[in-house]
């Protein structure tokens, strides 16, 4: 699991690492927000089935929804 706050110097590194120089008050929001992203980005790395893509998919059984 994902820790649900960052400290400064963590959040520095990994917007570094992505290119981005935000402001003081648009790192502050970013903070404010990080766990919601943190859950976002575990969400993205578990194995989904066809349920995650509706569009694609037809015939739904009782395991799909699960």
Not at 27 to 38: G, P, R
Not at 47 to 61: D, V
């Amino acid at each position: 699991m994902m820790p649900t706050d960052i400290d400064d110097a963590a959040l520095d590194l990994l917007l570094s690492r992505a290119g981005l120089s935000l402001t003081g008050a648009q790192k502050a929001e970013l903070k404010k927000h990080y766990s919601v992203v943190a859950t976002m980005a575990e969400n993205v790395r578990k194995p989904r089935g066809r349920m995650a893509e509706l569009a694609h998919s037809y015939g739904f059984t009782a395991e799909d929804l699960q």
